[in-house]
């Protein structure tokens, strides 16, 4: 018997990683909302980053009649943007410094099972994100003389969906990223085929055919249509079905590859 399998069945939590307790969870939720607080740069980029960028969005959303249909693409991507910034590319950098500081290491000697790590890591991230959303959502509307969501239950919906998959995809790419000051260059690939990909820049039906087929398959394609059908409450029967199926998809795939390859020691 290795000492893996004996630490399997001396901790049977850890072994299934499926069940979390909340208290234990919020208290990982606060301790890392300390640390989140403490570094101004981080927290900085994660509040105005993504008002910035809507603004430069606003600028470079092309082909849409309206002033309307221009705020409401502006503020859906605006969402988009908001969970690529805060939940993905902060929280790869959250779980390299974890990782490369040994605290991932430490809470797994103790109560908490993997998922309940993972998941109190992203706790902050994911409500900051889920905030920004909420403000961008009502104050976006006001200031550009938007409608409110027609669906707004859908919207939440895809927004929580979004932020699974991207908290997900932060920690795999975390698992290849060896510092925190890499970060930036390993969260650059999927931020930009997201953005470009699944309709945050550029709308979808505007590129080729055989493209626009590609890009649905995309992690955020999913959640961004049922983003947009929750906005615009427009959307087909199917054409959500298919949205929902992709989003689910993602979510476990994602849940699986950090499963399967998630490092929880540093990269030496």
Not at 89 to 98: I, K
Not at 113 to 125: C, Y
Not at 221 to 238: I, Q
Request: hydrophobic fraction near 55%; include cysteine.
């Amino acid at each position: 018997m290795n000492m893996h399998t004996l630490h399997l069945r001396l901790h049977p939590a850890k072994a299934t990683g499926l069940r979390m307790n909340p208290r234990r969870l919020l208290a990982l939720g606060r301790s890392e909302l300390t640390l989140l607080v403490r570094n101004r740069a981080t927290l900085t980029m994660a509040l105005l980053m993504p008002l910035v960028m809507v603004f430069i969005l606003r600028s470079s959303l092309t082909g849409i009649d309206g002033a309307a249909a221009l705020g409401e693409a502006t503020l859906t991507g605006g969402i988009g943007l908001v969970l690529a910034l805060v939940v993905y590319m902060s929280l790869v950098s959250a779980y390299v410094a974890r990782r490369e500081e040994l605290v991932l290491k430490r809470l797994r000697t103790g109560e908490a099972n993997d998922l309940e790590i993972l998941a109190g890591t992203a706790l902050p991230a994911a409500v900051l994100a889920l905030c920004q959303v909420v403000v961008l959502a009502v104050a976006g509307a006001i200031a550009l003389d938007v409608r409110m969501p027609r669906n707004p239950l859908l919207l939440v919906a895809a927004v929580l969906g979004g932020i699974v998959i991207l908290a997900a995809m932060a920690a795999l790419t975390s698992s290849f990223t060896r510092t925190v000051e890499s970060a930036g260059l390993t969260t650059l690939p999927l931020f930009l085929v997201t953005a470009l990909g699944s309709g945050l820049f550029v709308p979808v039906d505007s590129l080729p055919d055989s493209v626009a087929r590609v890009c649905e398959l995309l992690p955020l394609s999913g959640v961004m249509e049922l983003v947009r059908a929750g906005w615009s409450g427009g959307a087909a029967g199917g054409d959500l079905l298919g949205s929902a199926v992709s989003e689910l998809a993602w979510i476990m795939i994602t849940l699986f590859a950090v499963q399967r390859w998630f490092r929880w020691e540093p990269r030496r």
